[in-house]
């Protein structure tokens, strides 16, 4: 079926130090969207990853399209503490393309 | 970006009544979705509401329990029936304004189940 793996579930870093979620689908994905939920919040989108093997940067966040559109990952280089959430990615498949699969999260915490 | 405003907040229900969400969205969409948070876990997609037809229900989840009502372009409503505690869950509404976007999700609904 069409669902969307993620990896690690939790993350724990000092404050400072770099954190990557990956993100991985068995089925070649149509695109990928990332989101950030702080805690006690809603979900809030962050980009959309489109093309096969595609970058993209915001700041300290780099996001990544894999070459054969099954895997994506976030990069957050040198954390800081309003870092702190869960990060999910969301596939979408060309053969449901009105709804999204959002995958289980990674939970990143950050220790001053 | 759309303003998406969801209500109740939260709420506190008997087991065996019924409470329905209700979801404002600022400008009109074509689809709006309904999905499901339990604590500490991803986002479930209950169905997708289409003003003008009947609701796209996802796999485990049924009209029954969760009807759901789209009156025109900028309203949606989810009803949670029959409740029980399993039910105790986050409610959330969401639109999607254009694929470049993303999906802009309401603040959401607590609901405890008692």
């Known amino acids: 079926g069409q669902q969307v793996m993620q990896i690690p579930q939790y993350q724990h870093v000092q404050e400072g130090e770099d954190f990557t979620t990956y993100c991985n689908s068995s089925?070649?994905?149509?695109?990928i969207q990332w989101y950030k939920q702080r805690p006690g919040g809603h979900p809030v989108f962050l980009i959309q990853l489109v093309k096969s093997g595609e970058v993209k940067k915001q700041k300290r966040l780099t996001f990544q399209f894999g070459e054969a559109k099954k895997n994506s990952s976030l990069h957050i280089t040198a954390t800081q503490t309003t870092d702190v959430g869960t990060y999910f990615c969301a596939g979408r498949w060309i053969t449901s393309y009105d709804k999204v699969i959002f995958g289980p999260g990674t939970s990143l915490s950050v220790i001053p | 970006s759309a303003v998406i405003s969801q209500k109740p907040s939260r709420d506190i229900c008997q087991r065996g009544t019924s409470l329905t969400i209700q979801c404002q969205v600022d400008?009109?969409?074509?689809?709006m979705f309904w999905y499901r948070q339990q604590p500490g876990q991803s986002l479930t997609l209950i169905a997708t509401?289409?003003?003008?037809?009947?609701?796209?229900?996802e796999s485990g989840f049924v009209i029954d329990k969760f009807p759901i009502s789209r009156p025109n372009l900028t309203f949606s409503t989810l009803t949670v029936s029959n409740m029980s505690p399993e039910d105790s869950s986050i409610y959330l509404c969401?639109?999607?304004?254009?694929?470049?976007?993303?999906?802009?999700f309401g603040s959401g609904t607590r609901l405890t189940v008692v």
């Open positions: 400008s009109q969409v074509t689809m």
């Open positions: 969401s639109v999607e304004f254009g694929s470049d976007y993303g999906y802009t």
């Open positions: 509401a289409n003003q003008g037809s009947e609701a796209t229900y």
């Open positions: 089925t070649t994905l149509s695109n």
